[in-house]
């Protein structure tokens, strides 16, 4: 477990208390049966933005806090453990870009709105079903892009788009004509739109050199990581609850030993997940090349994150599955994030590839 300064601590048990109380698994249904193509409620991101949670990554110069990403990584954490939907990580993700590889009047032009809430901007790359940065076909001509992307988080609602072409990461504002969005309906209810550029003004993010896009890369896994160690915390303590209440053969199913070494395991592969997550984090806070500690980070979330959701409905029962309980919403979530930026066999083959294997 990663060490925390006092203000990582009070910025941990500010989020905590904050989603506890105003935005608990049963906000999350509300928004879900509202089905908006948003998949959040700009009101709740609002207060987010207010608290300082959208420029945390964000340098001080540019109206945010500079406050890390081990720092933004803890809040992501404890959004995921209520399933709280907002385009958080997405803006993160996409202000990343921005500050690593944009010009003073790009940063100047659009970090300040990130910083404040007043602008949603997310990271568009993958054109397929499956994620695969080494297919890129968007392409820029006369200063315009034209191209297609799919499953874009946050993709209805972005004012701004961090757009992978063939030469380059390029910014585009959403609101100009020639940017069309299809909505995508998926089993997390949250957004991924399909989004089309059709000859669009686009500008070109130069000053971050030919690994841009992997920096990028690395904070969009290490940041959906965070949000699935919170889920499988939440979902492993949640049913830790149910089998020390629900009764079987007149005991408790907390009693029974095999149940128990189950639950012993899931335990010891969270925290194996969080040590990975957290190296993640602290790896990009740190500097230089991030992206083993990225791909080990999302490996082990993917692996963890999918073990710990399925032994949740399991243990559950039938029941499980049930809308009355929150056990699916956890497990829907859950394979989702496990299919952004790579899957697990994908990540495994980046990673052994990067090791000269």
Known sequence: MAVLNEEQTMLRDMAREWTRNESPVTAWRKVRDADTATGYDPNVYNEMAQMGWAGIVIPEAQGGSDFGWLSLGLVIEELGRTLTASPLSASAVAASAIVLGGSDAQKEAWLPKIA??????????????????????????????????????????????????????????????????????????????????????????????????DQVLDRARVVASA?????????????????????????VLSTFQALQHRMAGLFSDIELMRSAVEAGLAAIDAGGDTRQAALLAKTKANEVGHAMSREMIQLHGGIGMTDEYDAGFYLKRMRVLEAVWGNTAYLRDRFARLGGY
Request: hydrophobic share 40%; net charge negative; proline share 2%.
């Open 116 to 213: 404040s809430g007043e602008l949603v901007a997310t990271f568009a790359l993958d054109e397929g079903p499956r994620h695969d940065p080494e297919n890129i076909k968007t392409q820029v001509a006369g200063g315009k892009l034209s191209g297609t992307k799919a499953f874009v988080a946050e993709g209805d609602s972005a004012g701004l788009f961090v757009v992978a072409a063939a030469d380059g990461l390029y910014l585009v504002d959403g609101n100009q004509a020639g940017v069309s969005r299809s909505r995508r309906h998926l089993t997390d209810f949250r957004s991924h739109a399909d989004v089309t550029f059709d000859a669009v003004a686009a500008d070109k993010l130069a000053n971050g050199g030919d690994r841009l896009l």
């Open 227 to 251: 949000e699935m160690l919170g889920m499988a915390q939440q979902a492993f303590e949640t049913t830790l609850d149910y089998l020390k209440q629900r009764r079987q053969f007149d005991q």
